[in-house]
C-alpha cells in the first residue's frame, strides 16, 4: 500500500464547475500536509498549505482530517487553466512523501 | 531569482553506461532532495542531504546509484551501469529552514536505450 494515496482521475469538468480532490496517508506520524500542482511534463510546485482548521485560497479549500487521515482539495468555479495534475503531500518534518496525483481536465 | 538549476535537461544513452545528474539548489537552502518520477510509480523521493550531510538514501534503488554533496551548492545524482528501468525524470529540490516548501528544478529526464 503507497504511503500517500490518491485516486489518479481524470475528472474532465466543464469550465466553472466545482470539483473535489481526496487522498489518505497512512503514517500518523506525518505532521504537515500539503497541495502540489504539476502542470505536463514540467516540475511540481506548491499550491497551498492544508491546515487541521481547514484554509481557502481564492477558489481552492483544502481540508485535513487527522482521526481519518484524509486530505482534501476543492477547487471552485474551475477555469482551463486549472487542468493539471495535483498531488498531495504528507510530511514528517523535511521529509515529504507524494501521492501518485489526481489528473484534472477543465474543458470549454 | 535563480530556481533550482539541472543538468542536463535530456539525456539518452544505452545501457551500461554511466550517467551524472547535477544539480545546484537555490542560494541558502540547506536541505537538498532528489525524487525519481515515473508514470508507474509516481514521484519517489531517493535521497535526502541536509547541510551536505546524507540523512536518509533509503529510496536510493540499490548499488548502481550513487550522490554526492561536496558543498552547499552542487550534487550529483550517479548511475553507473545504468539500464532500462531507469528511464524516468529525475528532480533536484531544495528548501531553507523548515518552510514545507519545496522548490524543484526542471528535472533531467532519463533515457536509457
Known amino acids: 500500500r503507497k504511503e500517500v494515496e490518491q485516486d489518479p482521475g481524470p475528472f474532465n469538468v466543464p469550465e466553472g464547475a466545482t470539483v473535489a480532490f481526496n487522498c489518505t496517508y497512512s503514517?500518523?506520524?506525518?505532521?504537515?500536509f500539503f497541495w502540489y500542482r504539476q502542470d505536463c511534463r514540467k516540475e511540481p510546485k506548491l499550491l497551498m498549505s492544508?491546515?487541521?482548521s481547514g484554509n481557502e485560497d481564492g477558489r481552492f479549500t483544502a481540508q485535513l482530517n487527522r482521526a481519518s487521515q484524509y486530505i482534501s482539495l476543492l477547487i471552485r468555479d474551475s477555469k482551463l487553466s486549472d487542468s493539471a495534475t495535483y498531488l498531495c503531500?504528507?510530511?514528517?518534518?523535511?521529509?515529504?512523501?507524494f501521492g501518485g496525483g489526481t489528473r484534472l481536465m477543465v474543458k470549454p | 531569482d535563480a530556481g533550482v538549476i539541472q543538468s542536463p535537461r535530456h539525456e539518452v544513452t544505452e545501457m551500461g553506461q554511466e550517467v551524472t545528474l547535477r544539480c545546484k539548489p537555490i542560494?541558502?537552502?540547506?536541505?537538498l532532495f532528489w525524487y525519481r518520477q515515473t508514470m508507474m510509480r509516481g514521484l519517489e523521493l531517493l535521497i535526502y542531504f541536509n547541510n551536505n550531510v546524507p540523512i536518509d538514501d533509503s529510496g536510493m534503488p540499490e548499488d548502481r546509484f550513487s550522490a554526492k554533496m561536496p558543498n552547499a551548492s552542487f550534487s550529483t545524482l550517479k548511475i553507473q551501469p545504468s539500464e532500462p528501468r531507469d528511464s524516468a525524470v529525475y528532480f533536484c529540490a531544495s528548501t531553507g529552514h523548515y518552510t514545507g516548501e519545496l522548490f524543484f528544478g526542471e528535472g533531467s529526464r532519463l533515457t536509457v536505450l
Open positions: 492544508v491546515y487541521s
Open positions: 542560494s541558502g537552502h540547506n536541505s
Open positions: 503514517n500518523s506520524a506525518s505532521q504537515s
Open positions: 503531500v504528507s510530511g514528517a518534518g523535511n521529509m515529504l512523501t
